[in-house]
């Protein structure tokens, strides 16, 4: 073997070896990501997926991941460190689709819609949570999650070194702030309908009062389910707004608590 072939061999392994540890970190962002990781995506398109942002993220920073890419003991540090920081930061990624598919089901159940026309993906949940899932994905994808996630990822070797284990304080500190978040975030976007239906059952249980004799249930019922379709024909788009701010303004700082 010549000087010149095994200097080229050597370069080219530990290429490899680094666009692994990249591959890493984004194959684990990919198994909690909005969009890229739903469940009714296939299994070949995710890892296609990820190996295109490995692609695109690779070259900017493989001067940060080639110190990971050393001995034996690198590799396997780094095996666990990039699948745990990935797994991180798509969770908390995905939390903010969570707040969504929470905020819909208090919804659903304040307005007793929440077993009407219910149909599942992957897991049964009520149609107002389906409906808020699906306009906000669509949302983020057309708000160009992809670029989004691609300078995060990019971002997170300087937050967070290729091949180091992440602090343990700051990076539990940092999830469970984005899971107050999220749930916050829910009950702020079910808010509106929880009212109406505390106004509504309130007036119900006056007008029983009022009238013993009057079958109320035959008459509140109807129109609670009436006035709770139009009541989330007309916040939806509102809340989807409110929640895609609160989701834009996420991915410009997704490391405030681990800086």
């Known amino acids: 073997m010549t000087p010149g072939f095994a200097e080229y061999l050597a370069s080219w392994q530990s290429t490899a070896l680094a666009g692994f540890i990249v591959f890493l970190r984004i194959g684990a962002v990919m198994a909690m990501l909005p969009v890229f990781?739903?469940?009714?995506?296939?299994?070949?398109?995710r890892l296609a997926a990820a190996a295109a942002f490995t692609a695109?993220?690779?070259?900017?920073?493989y001067a940060q991941v080639v110190p990971a890419a050393?001995?034996?003991?690198?590799?396997?540090?780094?095996l666990a460190s990039e699948t745990l920081i990935g797994l991180s930061i798509?969770?908390?990624?995905r939390l903010l689709v969570w707040?969504?598919?929470?905020?819909?089901?208090?919804?659903?159940?304040?307005?007793?819609?929440?077993?009407?026309?219910?149909f599942s993906s992957g897991e049964p949940s009520p149609a107002v949570s389906q409906a808020l899932w699906i306009g906000g994905l669509a949302l983020a994808a057309s708000a160009g999650l992809h670029v989004h996630i691609a300078r995060i990822l990019i971002e997170s070797y300087t937050v967070l070194p290729a091949g180091v284990l992440p602090d343990a304080a700051s990076l539990l500190g940092w999830a469970v702030g984005h899971v107050a978040s999220a749930f916050a975030l829910a009950f702020q976007l079910a808010v509106p309908a929880l009212i109406a239906s505390l106004l509504v059952n309130?007036?119900?249980?006056?007008?029983?009062?009022?009238?013993?004799?009057?079958?109320?249930?035959f008459i509140g019922v109807p129109a609670q389910t009436l006035a709770a379709l139009g009541l989330i024909a007309v916040i939806t788009p509102v809340l989807l707004a409110i929640w895609l701010a609160v989701f834009t303004s996420f991915l410009a700082d997704p490391f405030g608590g681990v800086r």
């Open 37 to 45: 990781g739903e469940m009714a995506v296939p299994v070949r398109v």
């Open 56 to 61: 695109v993220v690779a070259p900017a920073v």
């Open 70 to 78: 050393g001995s034996g003991l690198a590799v396997a540090i780094a």
């Open 90 to 93: 798509g969770f908390a990624v």
């Open 99 to 118: 707040a969504l598919q929470i905020a819909g089901v208090m919804i659903a159940q304040a307005t007793a819609l929440s077993q009407l026309f219910g």
């Open 202 to 217: 309130l007036a119900m249980g006056a007008m029983n009062r009022a009238m013993p004799a009057l079958m109320i249930t």
